[in-house]
């Protein structure tokens, strides 16, 4: 191999090593912010000056209640997009299931398309309030992101591999598993993404119909007039979705592979 | 082919006797029998196409665009299934079998090597071995051995990615890959259509060198006239549908083109192109006289004197030529030294005449060195000695040896003869028997191709 060669690939080995370390940087600096803004907002939350009204919701542990309500909201339907869209994503990019791409995606686009204070009351009309309607609500809501970059991340690793693949003797199944799947990783985790920063802010809106969550605070803000509840409680849901954001994150760069 | 698919040593159970002289064939011979392909109702992509491709042999598809290569290359290793007809590799039939099993057994190379992104280098040479359950110190020792037959240090490469390997490198390894796992069949198609012509160079060159040291069937389809002159033993000209218009050895269609569309196919310059087909060391090298650096100059003046010449070249310790000095040069000298040398082009003894007298013209000199293994200093050629090897090359057509191949413009029928041979016949009356394979009957076949290609690709 000619020197020149060389040169050219071990620059290319260091720029791709800088990029890395440049990413896992810029991850380092959001949590510590996020944890920054925590801290401050509880730190004024112990020593402002509340009113009765206020202590009541503002307090440790209301506060971990509502949090962990919202936690389970999310993780639980996140949990159900997941093991659904992903799937049908799938599905839809093997040969004899093309032809359904069209309607799936047209319903995929109403539910997203929908105002979700008008879904997760229409839901909650139909399966009584409560939890269970405001789960449907996020599962149909997050559906598209998830189900539309599962099909683009796996229509989008070239042909010839898969061909190169399937040469070798690789099964069809193989070929998903050990091929197409491991290259749609970062587009599919990069949908996945979306889906949960949505979900954790769609969450507040179960609060509207019983379904527990952060958006309490918000509600009560609104309704009681109480401006620093209100306030609060949108802080708090904000950094919840960063935080989210943050691990969705640090998952996607751990488990690209390493030669894209 | 029986046992080819975990043992990497045995001979895939090959019995067939081909080539006595060189080392053990461990290629397989494919036979398309009455194979068609067709998409839907259009004209059929291939069209009763009945090809046999003989064991140990590179066998060149060529012909113009969408005629039919690649489907047919692909009906092989069925990445494409055959609409009629049969695919048999060394008397087995393999048109029905599990085709991912079938493709485990058959090299398969495609441009830019296909390889898989995500896993190193290493990982890719090692999928098929690995698919057939190799234990895991003997795939990494395999891994090793092919990026060592391809000329990529397993120690450098064998743990990089394939974005970090140049296009010529991708490729190289797309080779080691479908060489892994032994198979006695190599499917190529267009494998070096997307580098540039001086790697494409010495990638085919060390494709040859590849095949020499292991005789596979290969099945090489190209765009490229002059690579398939380069690399083929036999050449198969395609025209649209799939029609073989002709099959036979490079010499065969180069000095006797079947028909118009193969001569336009040829373009023109046959004979210039035939130089494709000699390489520098099988035609007269001239000795010119070379002196080492540190050398005697008067001993070396004096030897240019008692010769007659007024130039030497001068040698580096290696015995690798630096350039030309002239007699007055180095009367002026006390050691011969490279110092006032004139650079002039060097060839490789395994170059084909082609490629030296395109290196001579391209440096603007009439002659260029030869140099043999590590670059040692064999001798020099001249343009003259090319040009003599023109004249050489039309005024003697090589014996025009029946082809072991053939073609079905016009579906030649298999007969099987008394002994179980088969034997194809042109005659159209005679009625298609159905062939038992069991027996592997190619085994009492014999190649004439052998009689005057085999020396050459030693
Ligand atoms: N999947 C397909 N569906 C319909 N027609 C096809 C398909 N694949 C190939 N064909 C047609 O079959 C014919 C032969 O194609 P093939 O790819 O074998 O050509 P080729 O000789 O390899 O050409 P090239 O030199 O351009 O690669 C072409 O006319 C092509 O249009
Ligand atoms: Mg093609």
């Known amino acids: ?260 | 082919m029986p046992n080819s698919t975990a043992d990497h040593n045995s001979s895939t159970g090959n019995k067939v006797a081909f080539n006595p002289s060189m080392t053990e064939i461990t290629g397989a011979t494919i036979l398309l029998e009455n194979v068609t392909k067709s998409y839907g109702a259009k004209k059929a992509a291939v069209n009763q196409l009945t090809l046999e491709i003989p064991a140990g042999k590179t066998v060149m598809f060529v012909g113009p665009s969408g005629c039919g290569k690649t489907t047919t290359l692909k009906m092989i290793n069925r990445l494409i299934e055959p609409t009629s007809g049969r695919i048999v590799i060394n008397g087995e039939d393999v048109t029905t079998m599990n085709g991912d099993e079938l493709r485990r057994r058959i090299g398969y190379v495609i441009q830019a090597g296909g390889l898989l992104p995500h896993l190193t280098v290493g990982a890719n040479v090692g999928l098929v071995p690995k698919m057939l359950k190799w234990d895991k110190q003997r795939i990494a020792d395999r891994t090793d051995e092919l990026l060592e037959l391809v000329s990529l240090d397993p120690e450098i490469y064998r743990d990089r990615y394939p974005k970090e390997l140049s296009g010529g490198q991708q490729q190289r390894v797309g080779v080691a890959r479908a060489l892994a796992a032994d198979p006695p069949v190599l499917l190529m198609d267009e494998p070096f259509g997307a580098v540039d012509p001086i790697t494409r160079q010495r990638l085919q060159e060390e494709l040859i060198h590849v095949q020499a040291e292991l005789h596979k069937t290969i099945v090489f389809v190209t765009h490229d006239f002059d690579e398939a002159v380069k690399l083929g033993d036999w050449i198969v000209i395609f025209n649209e549908g799939g029609k073989i218009e002709q099959y036979g050895t490079p010499e065969q269609i180069l000095a006797h083109p079947a028909n118009e569309f193969v001569e336009d196919f040829i373009g023109s310059g046959a004979g210039l192109k035939q130089l494709g087909l000699t390489r520098v060391r099988d035609v007269d090298i001239r000795q010119a006289p070379a002196f080492t650096v540190g050398e005697d100059a008067a001993t070396a003046v004096a030897h240019m004197n008692e010769a007659g010449v007024l130039r030497a070249i001068v040698l580096d310790s290696r015995d690798r030529p630096i350039g030309w000095v002239t007699r007055r040069q180095l009367e002026r000298m006390t050691t011969v030294g490279a110092a006032h040398a004139r650079q002039f082009p060097v060839v490789s003894d395994s170059a084909t005449l082609d490629d030296a007298l395109d290196t001579m013209l391209v440096a603007g000199s009439s002659d260029a060195a030869v140099t043999g293994s590590r670059g040692a200093y064999q001798g020099i050629i001249t343009v003259q000695t090319v040009i003599k090897a023109i004249d050489h090359i039309s005024a003697d057509p090589e014996e025009v040896s029946t082809p072991v191949g053939h073609n079905t413009g016009a579906i030649p029928k298999l007969a099987t003869g008394e002994n179980g041979v088969i034997s194809y016949a042109m005659d159209e009356e005679e009625t298609a028997t159905e062939v038992e394979n069991d027996s592997a009957p190619w085994a009492e076949h014999s190649d004439p191709a052998e009689t005057h290609r085999g020396s050459e690709r030693a």
């Open chain 1, 1 to 260: 191999m000619s020197s020149a060669t060389q040169e050219q690939t071990e620059t290319k080995e260091a720029t791709a090593s800088l990029t890395q370390a440049n990413s896992w940087k810029g991850l380092l600096i959001q949590p510590i912010v996020l944890l920054v803004i925590l801290g401050v907002m509880f730190w004024w939350m112990s020593t402002a000056d509340l009113t009765e009204t206020e202590r009541i919701t503002l307090n440790a542990s209301y506060l971990s209640t509502l949090a962990w309500e919202h936690l389970k909201l999310t993780i639980i339907s996140a949990v159900i997009v997941l093991v659904t869209a992903i799937p049908v994503g799938i599905l839809l990019t093997r040969g004899p299931f093309r032809k359904l791409t069209t309607p799936v995606m047209a319903l995929a686009n109403i539910g997203q398309a929908a105002p979700p204070v008008g879904l997760i009351v229409l839901f909650a009309f139909w399966l009584s309030f409560g939890t269970t309607a405001a789960i449907v609500t996020l599962v149909v809501y997050a559906f598209l992101p998830v189900l539309k970059n599962t099909m683009v991340g796996l229509e989008a690793v070239d042909k010839r591999t898969i061909e190169a693949a399937r040469g070798m003797g690789m099964s069809p199944g193989m070929v998903l598993w050990k091929v197409e799947l491991p290259l749609a990783v970062p587009v599919m985790l990069a949908g996945i993404r979306t889906a949960l920063v949505l979900l954790v802010g769609t969450a507040t809106l179960a609060t509207f119909i019983n379904g527990g969550g952060l958006g309490l605070l918000i509600t009560t803000g609104v309704n009681l007039a109480l401006d620093r509840v209100l306030i609060f409680g949108s802080l708090l849901v904000a950094v919840f979705a960063l935080a989210v954001d943050w691990i969705a994150r640090v998952i996607e760069t751990a488990v690209t592979p390493k030669g894209l």
